[in-house]
């Protein structure tokens, strides 16, 4: 079983920059997948970021690709999504996720945590 703590979020305006962490523990953190989703209230889930094990292999949604950047550090257990240049339509609940498995996004994800508000005013 492995268990995620997201944090980070908060209110902030359209320009800033903000970090979310994800702290894993349980199952070994160093071999598994992980990632980002966001969620509005009363809409999907949507994929924002993930990377694989060893950090080679990272994708991105298009709306987020040059200013979010997610990064893994297996010694601490942490996960990171660094956001720059944030825009009001970025207002969600961010979502850490972890999968042992790769392959598609959708659908992917068996782990996942609580989720932290992001809010950005214009």
């Known amino acids: 079983q492995v268990q995620l703590v997201e944090s980070g979020g908060g209110l902030v305006q359209a320009g800033d920059s903000l970090r979310l962490s994800c702290i894993a523990s349980g199952r070994a953190f160093s071999q598994l997948n992980m990632g980002w989703f966001r969620q509005a209230p009363g809409k999907e889930r949507d994929f924002v970021a993930r990377?694989?094990?060893?950090?080679?292999?990272?994708d991105y949604a298009d709306a987020v690709k040059g200013r979010f950047t997610i990064s893994k550090d297996n010694a601490r257990n942490t996960l990171y999504l660094q956001m720059n240049s944030l825009k009001p339509e970025d207002t969600d609940v961010y979502y850490c996720a972890a999968d042992f498995r790769w392959g598609a996004t959708s659908g992917w994800g068996t782990y996942w945590g609580q989720g932290t508000q992001v809010t950005v005013s214009s």
């Open positions: 990377i694989s094990w060893g950090g080679g292999s990272r």
